[in-house]
Nanobody, 124 residues
Framework: QVQLVESGGGLVQAGGSLRLSCAAS????????MAWFRQAPGKEREFVAA????????SYADSVKGRFTISRDNAKSTVHLQMSSLGTEDTAVYYC?????????????????WGQGTQVTVSP
């Protein structure tokens, strides 16, 4: 079993930056594919970014490409999402997710573990 705990959310003005973190429990973090998803009010959960177990491969949703960067520190069992040039459309609850097989998938059904989420609100 893996537990994921997100942190770093908050209120930021448009154009600003935030760095989200996800701390994972368990001894096999370095085997997991990790990802960030988000869900805005009234909308379905959507893919944001994913990273392979060794960090060599990443993927991003088109809406965040060039603005967001996903990274991981396997020694600390953490994954980060650096967000810049934030807009009001980025307002959502952001979730960290892990899959046991190491995929960098954009599909929610391929992830085995989820955090509770952290709220990101971008004001105009």
């Amino acid at each position: 079993q893996v537990q994921l705990v997100e942190s770093g959310g908050g209120l930021v003005q448009a154009g600003g930056s935030l760095r989200l973190s996800c701390a994972a429990s368990g001894r096999t973090f370095s085997n997991y594919g990790m990802a960030w998803f988000r869900q805005a009010p009234g909308k379905e959960r959507e893919f944001v970014a994913a990273i392979s177990p060794n960090g060599a491969s990443t993927s991003y949703a088109d809406s965040v490409k060039g603005r967001f960067t996903i990274s991981r520190d396997n020694a600390k069992s953490t994954v980060h999402l650096q967000m810049s040039s934030l807009g009001t459309e980025d307002t959502a609850v952001y979730y960290c997710a892990a899959n046991r097989v190491g995929w960098t998938s954009s599909l929610t059904r391929t992830y085995d573990y989820w955090g509770q989420g952290t709220q990101v609100t971008v004001s105009p």
